[in-house]
Structure formats: C-alpha cells, structure tokens
C-alpha cells in the first residue's frame, strides 16, 4: 500500500477577511499564487513520489494544483468529489461566527440549502476507499473542509477535534493506508 498527500489551496482574498468560501469560487490572491508554487518546489526538493494530482473543480485549488504540476511534472486531473462544502446560508459569512460554529458541530444539517457533514463524508470517504485499492501515489488538493473529512478517514476524532480541525493554505499533509 502506497501513500495519500493532502494539500490545501493557496490563499483567497477570503481567507484573507475570514469568510467561509465554500462552494463560492473565489480566485487566489498573488500569495496564493507564491504559495502553490512555493508548495510545487517543496515536493520537488523532498523528492515525493507522487504519481497524480487529483484537485478541486474549484479555481482555488485547480490554480494551486496546476502550479504545483508545472513545478513538478506530476500529471493532473479535475475530481469533482473534492470541490468544497457547500455550506449554504454561511457562504461569505465570518469563518468564527458563532452561529456558523455551533451549526457545524451539527452532523446531519444541512446550512439551509448547503450539505451536510455526514453527506461530505459520504462522498469523500467512497473517494479514498476507490484510492487505497489503487496502486498509486496521489496527492489531492482541494479545501479546509474536505481536509477535515480526510483526516476524519484516518483518524478518530472527537466532535469538538473535527470541527476545531483545520491546515494552513499550502501546507501538505501525508497519509498511510494501513
């Protein structure tokens, strides 16, 4: 069995103000752009043998993955199971609003017209259960959100570390199927 690499997109003007993207497809600022690149150089120099990039449908991962491509060489292809939550009333609203905190230690909500956690799960749990019978190497690049299900997928958590849970814009994780 091979390894599983997470990384999450650059930086959005959103992050930058504390909104929740979301489903909202919103574009990389210039330090999101440096970032991906920045992450691109970082595997290069580990030496990560990483067969594919699996990434987002969204402009903020589908830039962060294509700059890591042209760093790397690695081949790349869209998966529409890793776009984002779609957490509906709260898109653009503040990330620690208290409202939007207690909603998302709430499994089986649905953020008035979004998705819920468990449905996330749903779909990113049947992603990786496909990915570990493979015999390759991916990295996926895609959101906070569905880095919260992954690391939910290898590790118990309680409620309040799963929605506490959370990586920094570019930063990479590795994963072992077991």
């Not at 390894?3 to 959005?12: D, E, K, N, S």
């Not at 898109?91 to 909603?103: C, K, L, M, N, Y």
């Amino acid at each position: 069995m091979g390894h599983l690499y997470f990384a999450r997109h650059g930086q959005t003007i959103w992050n930058v103000e504390n909104k929740i993207c979301g489903v909202t497809d919103i574009a990389l600022t210039e330090l999101g752009h440096e970032q991906a690149k920045a992450l691109g150089r970082e595997i290069m120099l580990k030496g990560l043998k990483i067969d594919a990039i699996l990434y987002s449908p969204l402009v903020r991962a589908t830039d962060t993955a294509m700059h890591i491509s042209e760093m790397t060489g690695i081949p790349v292809r869209e998966e529409l199971r890793l776009k984002e939550q779609n957490f509906g009333r709260f898109e653009s609203t503040p990330r620690d609003g208290v409202e939007f905190q207690q909603a998302k230690a709430r499994f089986t909500y649905c953020f008035d017209g979004g998705e819920s956690m468990a449905q996330l799960a749903q779909r990113i749990y049947n992603l990786l259960d496909e990915i570990s019978a493979q015999e390759r190497t991916y990295l996926l690049v895609a959101h906070n959100g569905i880095a919260r299900i992954v690391q939910s997928y290898f590790y118990d958590m309680t409620n309040e570390e799963f929605a506490a849970f959370g990586i920094e814009n570019c930063e990479i994780r590795e994963y072992s199927w077991n």
